[in-house]
């Protein structure tokens, strides 16, 4: 499996991948997913595959050399959308080549990919495309994208990114968010590619590929737990039954009653209900204290 994100901001564009590639759990390899179409002060484009690896790998390369039916390709595009364009075409063309085939054993026509990047003359765009060819364009009311195992990593990004964020907390907030991919899912695993693009450069400057031994990340993934772990330990626990008057960390209210969906148990099996005083915590403490 594999998990990528991309994130589109006022400031520029932020790409981060995996590398690890699965066929079951007794062979795993290792294939980097991110691809940069650069010709240095006119166009930088990425691409993040997900999905069939056989797939992905075909539809970057047809995507180095096609033109579409005005004789434009990635490299001549006018605009990122033409270039979206050109690249589902390259994935249908991929499609129209291997798809039957493939459904002949079974396999499902899988791929997913963020494209993203700058042209000269236009402003950063970031595009998620589907296995049909058709893609969608972030904007500023959804400014990332996420392919492949999406679901970890996803809550940092909801609370921190905002189209405001800077590069630099745009790349931390991305790199937390693969390391709690990293903690919860086996099917993504390192070395890790990071691009961080600058609106107008035209040109890659700071890009790291990042494995066990990179500093920062050693840094993120020792503080990043450690710190989850002091901020839910600051919270107070619930308050159950409390007094009607009670306003402070109240869960439940003695003057509110609330009863579970109960399955009654088969006739001869049932016992006669008895009546159990609740109890809280701070009464089983003091009853404690006063065995002592």
């Given at each position: ?35 940069v ?43 990122m ?33 963020i494209f ?47 189209p ?27 070395p ?82 008895q ?18």
């Amino acid at each position: 499996m594999t998990y990528c994100v991309a994130m589109r901001l006022n400031s520029g564009l932020v790409f981060l991948s995996d590398s690890r590639t699965n066929a079951g759990v007794d062979h795993i390899g290792t294939f980097r997913k991110m691809s940069v179409y650069e010709n240095p002060g006119d166009r930088v484009m990425i691409l993040m595959t997900a999905g069939n690896l056989s797939i992905s790998q075909s539809i970057r390369q047809l995507l180095s050399d096609r033109t579409n039916t005005d004789g434009r390709s990635i490299w001549t595009a006018t605009s990122m959308y033409e270039a979206a364009q050109i690249l589902g075409d390259a994935i249908r063309a991929v499609h129209d080549r291997e798809a039957g085939e493939l459904n002949k054993f079974g396999i499902d026509f899988n791929v997913s990919i963020i494209f993203g990047g700058q042209i000269k003359g236009e402003r950063c765009r970031l595009f998620q495309m589907y296995s049909a060819g058709n893609f969608i364009e972030s904007h500023d009311e959804n400014t990332y994208f996420q392919i492949g195992e999406a679901k970890y990593g996803k809550p940092i990004i909801d609370r921190v990114v905002t189209p405001q964020t800077t590069l630099d907390e745009a790349a931390k907030c991305a790199l937390i968010s693969m390391d709690s991919t990293l903690k919860s899912n086996i099917s993504v695993g390192l070395p890790l590619d990071l691009l961080v693009y600058n609106t107008d450069e035209l040109a890659v400057t700071r890009f790291v590929t990042i494995d066990e031994q990179n500093q920062y990340f050693q840094m993120i993934r020792r503080s990043w737990g450690a710190q989850l772990k002091r901020v839910f330990e600051a919270i107070d626990d619930p308050v159950w039954d409390a007094a009607p008057e009670a306003t402070l960390n109240v869960l439940s209210s003695s003057s509110e009653h609330s009863e579970p969906v109960r399955v009654p148990p088969p006739h001869g099996v049932a016992r006669e209900a008895q009546a159990v005083p609740r109890q809280t915590l701070a009464q089983q403490d003091g009853d404690s204290e006063q065995a002592t």
